[in-house]
Every structure is written in structure tokens, then in C-alpha cells.
């Protein structure tokens, strides 16, 4: 069974920085792109950023672009988001996601996903 669980979440003031992890079990974690999406109280849940299963290409949402940063450690099962120049509009809840099936739908479609972690709470402060 696949699970995912983030973490780092947190409290931090506006221009500040975070690092999220994501740790993976139950499947070889190398064979899979790893996804971050984020849902603020009354949004629907929103693209983040991907990387692909080598680590070595990856693609951001343009209200994070050159702000995040995703990586991924297949010696270790992880993929993280580091966070800076944080926003308040960037508080939401972040969740890690992976797909194990292809469906056609591409990276930044939820219905994509078949496997998602519980999320982690960021709340950024102005």
C-alpha cells in the first residue's frame, strides 16, 4: 500500500522560508513523479509543482515560480519543497500526491493522482 506523509509545515512571517518533505512507502519511489499541491479554506486545490521520477525536470505554477523550489532524494524516498519569499496568499494546507496509473490528464490535474498524503498546514503572516 502506498503512503505518502508530509511534513514541516508551519507558522512563518511573509518573506520568510520553509522546507516541506514528503516521504514515500510501499512502492519503488524511483519509478514515479512526485506532485505538490496546495488548497487554501474555500479553494479548490491547486497545482504546485512537479519533478519527474529522475529528479531532473521539473515545473512550477507561476505564482510560485522562481519562489519554490522541488526536489526529490530516491535514496531516501523524499521529495521536498523548499519555500521562500513566502506570501500570505501562499497559506493553504500542502499535500504530496503521486499517480501510479497513467490517465491521460496532465500534471497539474488533480483527478491525475491516486495517492495522496494527509497534508501539512502553512500559514504564512503579514
Known amino acids: 500500500q502506498v503512503q505518502l506523509a508530509e511534513s514541516g509545515g508551519g507558522l512563518v512571517q511573509a518573506g520568510g522560508s520553509l522546507r516541506l518533505s514528503c516521504a514515500f512507502s510501499?512502492?519503488?519511489?524511483?519509478?514515479?513523479?512526485i506532485t505538490w499541491f496546495r488548497q487554501a479554506p474555500g479553494k479548490e486545490r491547486e497545482f504546485v509543482a512537479t519533478?519527474?521520477?529522475?529528479?531532473?525536470?521539473?515545473s512550477y505554477a507561476d505564482s510560485v515560480k522562481d519562489r519554490f523550489t522541488i526536489s526529490r532524494g530516491n535514496a531516501k524516498n523524499t521529495a521536498n519543497l523548499q519555500m521562500s519569499s513566502l506570501k500570505p496568499e501562499d497559506t493553504a494546507v500542502y499535500y504530496c500526491?503521486?499517480?501510479?496509473?497513467?490517465?491521460?490528464?496532465?500534471?497539474?490535474?488533480?483527478?491525475?493522482?491516486?495517492?495522496w498524503g494527509q497534508g501539512t498546514q502553512v500559514t504564512v503572516s503579514s
Open positions: 500526491a503521486v499517480a501510479l496509473v497513467g490517465s491521460g490528464l496532465g500534471p497539474a490535474f488533480p483527478q491525475r493522482y491516486n495517492y
Open positions: 510501499g512502492r519503488t519511489f524511483s519509478n514515479y513523479a
Open positions: 519533478v519527474n521520477w529522475r529528479g531532473d525536470s521539473t
